[in-house]
C-alpha cells in the first residue's frame, strides 16, 4: 500500500508533466498555428451563394405555364381561386364539374399558377352549375354492381361500393300500406287480402312475422303474379274420353310414378291434357280446384296416350316451397348490373339508421332501364349519395366528365329514385352560350 510520502511525490510528478506539456510545444520543437477565425465564415458565405444560383438557375429551367388561356382549368396557387379559360378571358368556376363539362372532351388539363401570372387577364362573369359535384367521381373509383338496399325502422339504409356482410334468403313477407307481399326468387308478389291468411299458410309462411318495409323498397323487386288459389276451368266435370283418363274429373290431381324414378305431379285439363304441378304451386292449387278430390297415383303407361301442357301456375313463381329468412334479420335487395340487370333477396344485421353510404370517392354512370329493356334517363352518382340527371347525355358529355360508354351501368328506374335529386349536368347549364358573347372583360386579381 502507496505511503503518505509516495502519494505526494506522485502528485508532484504528475504537474511537473503537464507543466511540461504546456511549454514545450509540438513533437519535434515545432508551434501549433491556431485556425483562421475567418474561414469558416467565408465557407458559409461561398455555400449560400451557391444555393442562390443554384435556385435561381432551376426557376430559369422550369417550363411557365404559357397555355393556360384556352380551355383548361387554371388553379391559383395560395388562394385555390378557380377559373375556366376560354379564349385568354378567366371565368370564375363554382366546381371541377362544371369547369370538366364546360371545355371540349380530351382538352381538360389543369394548370396550377402564381397569382402574378394571370393578373393582368381579363375576367368574365362566373359560370358553373351550382350544387354540382365539387368533382366527379374518377373512373377508377366507379361502383358499377353489388349496389345493398335494407329494409330500416325509419326508411331504407342503403350502401354503394360499402362491404356489408349478408347471408342468402330465400322469402320474406313484407307488408306496404297494409297489403301482403311475398318476395321470393328476386320477384314481388301481391297477396290479395281476401285469401292472405290461407295462401300464407298453404305456403308455410304463416309463421313469419310480416315485415314492414316502404314501397320504395319494395318497388326494387320486379312486379310478379299474384298469390292466389289456382284453379283451372271445368274443374270437376268429366274427363273427356280416351287418353287413359276414363273415370277422372277435370282438375284431378295424378301423381305418376315408376321404380328409380322421382315421381311426378299432374293435373288434368278441360282438353284431356296433362299440366305439370309444381310444390309451390300445388300448394296454392290445393286451396282452389284441388279442393275438389283426391290425388290419383297412377303408372306411366296408364297415362301415356295424354297429350302434355303448360305447367300449371305463374312462371315467376318459385318451383319448390320457400323458407322465410329469420325475424331478427333485416330483408335487403342487391343489385347486378349488366345488359339484363337483376335483383336478389339477402339479409343482414338489421342497420343503425335509413340513409346512403358511399364508399369515400365512389360513385357510379347509370342509365334507368325498364324491366322491358328500354333505356331512361343517365345519371351520375357521386359520394353524397345524390343522384344527377344527364339529360340527352352522349359520348361527348360522358368523355367531357372523365369516362366512356363503358363506365355506364344499366339500373332499374326505382334504384335510381333511392337517391337524392341533385342538378342537371350539361355543358350548356355548366358555361352557357350567351356567357361568351356578353361577358365585358375586366382586369382583376386572384
Known amino acids: 500500500m502507496a505511503t503518505k510520502r509516495d502519494l505526494v511525490e506522485a502528485q508532484a510528478f504528475s504537474r511537473r508533466r503537464l507543466l511540461t506539456a504546456f511549454v514545450s510545444g509540438a513533437p519535434g520543437g515545432q508551434e501549433l498555428e491556431p485556425t483562421k477565425p475567418m474561414r469558416g465564415v467565408v465557407a458559409g458565405v461561398v455555400l449560400s451563394v451557391l444555393v442562390v444560383i443554384g435556385s435561381v438557375g432551376w426557376g430559369l429551367l422550369q417550363p411557365k405555364p404559357n397555355d393556360w388561356q384556352d380551355d383548361r382549368l387554371v388553379v391559383v396557387k ?19 364539374t362544371s369547369a ?29 352549375i351550382e350544387g354540382a359535384p365539387d368533382s ?14 335494407c329494409v330500416a325502422e325509419d326508411g331504407i339504409a342503403t350502401h354503394v361500393g360499402v362491404p356489408l356482410e349478408t347471408e342468402a334468403a330465400q322469402a320474406v313477407v313484407v307488408q306496404v300500406a297494409g297489403e301482403t307481399y311475398v318476395v321470393a326468387d328476386g320477384v314481388r308478389h301481391h297477396v290479395p287480402a281476401t285469401d292472405a291468411p290461407a295462401v300464407l299458410r298453404s305456403l308455410q309462411l304463416d309463421t313469419a312475422t310480416p315485415v314492414e318495409a316502404r314501397a320504395a323498397w319494395l318497388n326494387l323487386f320486379p312486379a310478379g303474379s299474384d298469390l292466389a288459389p289456382l284453379e283451372v276451368e271445368g274443374a270437376g266435370s268429366p274427363a273427356p274420353p280416351g287418353a287413359g283418363l276414363d273415370g277422372l274429373e277435370v282438375g284431378t290431381v295424378v301423381r305418376v310414378g315408376a321404380v328409380g324414378v322421382t315421381s311426378r305431379t299432374f293435373v288434368v285439363l278441360e282438353d284431356g291434357a296433362l299440366a305439370s304441378l309444381s310444390e309451390f304451386a300445388g300448394a296454392l292449387y290445393a286451396l282452389g280446384s284441388g279442393a275438389l278430390g283426391a290425388q290419383v297415383e297412377v303408372a306411366p303407361a296408364d297415362i301415356r296416350g295424354a297429350a302434355s301442357a303448360d305447367p300449371l301456375g305463374a312462371d315467376d313463381w318459385p318451383q319448390e316451397l320457400v323458407e322465410p329468412m329469420p325475424a331478427e334479420r333485416a330483408p335487403c335487395a342487391v343489385l347486378s348490373t349488366g345488359t339484363a340487370p337483376g335483383v336478389s333477396l339477402v339479409s343482414a344485421e338489421p342497420p343503425a339508421a335509413a340513409g346512403v353510404d358511399v364508399v369515400p370517392g365512389g360513385g357510379a354512370v347509370f342509365v334507368a332501364r325498364t324491366q322491358e329493356g328500354a333505356a331512361g334517363a343517365y345519371g351520375l352518382l357521386d359520394e353524397t349519395g345524390r343522384r344527377f340527371g344527364l339529360p340527352g347525355a352522349t359520348s361527348d358529355t360522358l368523355l367531357r366528365l372523365g369516362y366512356t360508354e363503358d363506365d355506364v351501368v344499366s339500373v332499374p328506374p326505382a334504384w335510381a329514385e333511392l337517391f337524392a335529386p341533385g342538378p342537371e349536368l350539361t355543358p350548356e347549364a355548366a358555361f352557357p352560350a350567351e356567357v361568351a ?4 372583360p375586366t382586369a382583376g386579381t386572384p
Open 437 to 440: 358573347a356578353s361577358a365585358t
Open 136 to 149: 366527379p367521381p374518377a373512373q377508377s373509383a366507379l361502383v358499377g354492381t353489388g349496389w345493398t338496399a
Open 78 to 96: 395560395d388562394s385555390g381561386a378557380r377559373y375556366v379559360s376560354q379564349g385568354g378571358t378567366l371565368y370564375p368556376v363554382l366546381n371541377t
Open 100 to 128: 370538366r363539362l364546360a371545355i371540349e372532351a380530351g382538352s381538360f388539363d389543369v394548370i396550377v399558377v402564381s397569382p402574378d401570372v394571370i393578373a393582368d387577364a381579363p375576367r368574365g362573369r362566373t359560370v358553373g
